[in-house]
């Protein structure tokens, strides 16, 4: 029986995308109006955080590390001045980003509609706690999930680890088997959870080619939106 569901944040209730093509081209124009590759722009951050961002959660770098190595591939990709002080540059990334910060439609919508339910719901993040709350309160839903879970609360793991998910479940307070995550990183989101026990559902909210349907061949379930999620637990 299913006692909890854990949300991603970033692409699953937060549009992580909107915000970084926003900022990612305000920031590139700032630098040089009309550059000949800005539509280019937000595909290419959000593949250097793909990149980069591995190596903070394998202990290779602190978090302002990998941000200072996407922002310097970043602009050697674009042919941009390599800025001098590249943490205040990063900074005036994150103003723009922060001015774009928006929740997907149906983020509070399927919040109403799961709140009867006697579900806890709460969100499994790989981000940082001060920014990933900070995005929770200006989106409007900080007070409809409880806890917030973060690297930084389950001793410094990541997903997908076992460890990750096997952590998160203790501070519920739950077996994994009670235990629903949500996300858009099929990876992460769908398939890690299912090494402990945990059940995933892999939002799709792009419509990704899959040769097959996982969950006909036993896989996860894919949804295209969070308010599918009712008829699911059903």
Not at 10 to 28: G, N, P, S
Not at 161 to 188: F, H, M, S, W
């Amino acid at each position: 029986m299913i006692r909890a569901i854990l949300f991603d944040l970033d692409e699953t209730l937060f549009d992580h995308r909107q915000a970084v093509a926003y900022a990612a081209t305000t920031w590139t124009e700032s630098f040089s109006p009309g550059h000949e590759l800005l539509t280019e722009v937000p595909a290419l951050w959000l593949d250097l955080e793909d990149r980069h961002l591995p190596s903070w959660y394998a202990g290779e770098c602190s978090f302002d590390e990998q941000r200072r190595r996407r922002l310097r591939d970043f602009c050697r990709r674009l042919g941009l001045p390599l800025p001098t002080d590249l943490d205040a540059a990063y900074g005036d990334f994150l103003l723009h980003y922060e001015a774009a910060w928006a929740a997907f439609p149906d983020a509070a919508q399927a919040m109403d509609a799961l709140s009867g339910l006697g579900l806890t719901l709460g969100v499994l993040t790989n981000g940082v706690p001060v920014q990933q709350e900070a995005k929770l309160r200006r989106i409007g839903l900080m007070d409809r999930l409880d806890p917030v879970l973060t690297p930084d609360a389950l001793g410094g793991n990541f997903k997908p680890t076992a460890a990750c998910y096997l952590a998160a479940a203790a501070k519920l307070g739950l077996r994994p088997q009670e235990i629903l995550l949500v996300g858009d990183n099929r990876d992460l989101d769908a398939i890690g959870p299912t090494t402990v026990g945990m059940h995933g559902v892999w939002l799709d909210r792009y419509g990704t080619p899959q040769e097959r349907d996982d969950h006909a061949t036993g896989g996860p379930p894919r949804i295209a939106s969070l308010l599918e999620l009712p008829a699911l637990l059903n």
